[in-house]
């Protein structure tokens, strides 16, 4: 089959690979008729996450049909349509039972490494580093998907692909990020950054009853989606643009209720702190660029919430946690529990509330995946969610 394979930083090829088989009787083989590239992909393009190696798939947002079942597979028969989410549970441990998915205990075979770094290891994730599990990803003709009596959804509707794609990560992570939020009716919830997550975020904020919403971003299309979802928005690139000023002045000078970072560990600035996180990252002094988050701290009001969706890696530097204890913030953050929100979330699609594919800007095939992460890592071509159909020829999808 083919797959879009990490061959070293900044070095992706399509490559054809071997099929995936059954190695558990839990597993499934989902042919994959739709899947995407993630904003977080462009951390392991970047080289930020560590144990990755040359040959390893990448991808962790598709959905397909059921292609063959191990023994232990009760719940899934060939020709399901099912979408599969990007954190992989068991189903049975102590966190799972909590309904926290994604600190799963079972399904990192790699835990050891996590442990190390992290102290405790969280679930395993599709095509998202040797540490995580190392299991191959999506961005292939065929996935080998574990424990699928416990994570893939099921699609018995007629909705398009396109439609119900984003329930495999970013739909789910955004509305997961605005819950975080704690939003009040009425409040004020402030989005670092427009792309996808950010979407879905500002999205899931006005559904869960935010007044207002405030998008900060520098790109003109990222912008305009966001107006029209209803949001103010804040162009940081513009001349004589001080976020915090702008925050302070749209709520009175109190602050955002609350202010969401759904940008993460390679966060862009061309103030002072942008380039002293670029020279101690390249020094390896440092591993994130934490610039929003600090932002996101600052701004904040007294004894409002700091929702974390953007992925952090490692070691962050500078970050004003005193000022996050001086004013009694909450913080909320991790790998979303996909499980808890693929099926309330459907039904939203279902019922006409919201039609995810409004995003996709780009459709794809997967030899052409590897020029298109260089363009949109580089924000070129007005990118907003590349998609992929893995079946198509070039010049077709």
């Not at 020094?283 to 919430?305: C, M, N, S």
């Amino acid at each position: 089959m083919k797959a879009v394979c990490w061959m070293g930083t900044g070095k992706l090829e399509t490559l054809n690979v071997p099929d995936p088989t059954l190695l558990n009787p839990h597993d499934a083989i989902i042919k994959i008729t739709r899947t995407a590239i993630c904003g977080s992909d462009l951390h392991l393009y970047d080289g930020f996450i560590p144990t990755m190696e040359a040959g390893d798939i990448l991808g962790h947002e598709f959905m397909g049909l059921i292609e063959e079942v191990g023994n232990d597979v009760t719940n899934l028969k060939r020709g399901d349509r099912v979408v599969v989410p990007f954190t992989i549970a068991c189903g049975n441990c102590l966190f799972c039972r909590k309904k926290l998915w994604s600190a799963c205990d079972n399904t990192n075979p790699n835990s050891h490494l996590m442990e190390a770094a992290y102290g405790y290891s969280g679930s395993g994730l599709f095509g998202y580093s040797h540490m995580m599990g190392g299991y191959a990803g999506g961005q292939a003709q065929y996935a080998r998907v574990p424990f699928a009596n416990v994570g893939p959804l099921k699609i018995e509707s007629d909705l398009p692909d396109e439609k119900v794609l984003f329930l495999s990560d970013i739909f789910p992570t955004g509305y997961m990020a605005a819950e975080n939020a704690q939003i009040q009716p009425g409040d004020t919830v402030a989005v670092w950054g427009c792309g996808p997550v950010g979407q879905f975020t500002i999205a899931s904020a006005f559904m869960l009853g935010a007044g207002r919403v405030i998008a900060i971003d520098r790109f003109p299309e990222r912008l305009k989606l966001a107006r029209s979802l209803g949001a103010i928005t804040v162009d940081y690139s513009e001349e004589d643009v001080n976020v915090l000023t702008a925050l302070k002045d749209l709520t009175g000078g109190i602050g955002p209720d609350a202010c969401i970072d759904a940008v993460g560990l390679e966060a862009h600035s061309t103030e002072l702190q942008g380039v002293y996180d670029k020279v101690k990252t390249s020094l390896l002094l440092e591993t994130d660029r934490p610039g929003v988050l600090r932002q996101a701290i600052q701004a904040v009001r007294k004894g409002g919430t700091v929702s974390i969706p953007g992925v952090y890696g490692g070691l962050l530097d500078k970050v004003p946690f005193g000022a996050a204890f001086g004013k009694g913030i909450t913080m909320k953050m991790g790998q979303t529990n996909m499980h808890n929100y693929m099926k309330p979330l459907l039904e939203r699609i279902e019922q006409g509330q919201i039609d995810p594919s409004y995003l996709i800007s780009h459709r794809i095939t997967l030899d052409e995946a590897p020029e298109m992460y260089k363009v949109w890592r580089d924000k070129k071509d007005n990118v907003t969610k590349i998609v992929i159909d893995p079946w198509a020829e070039k010049g077709s999808a």
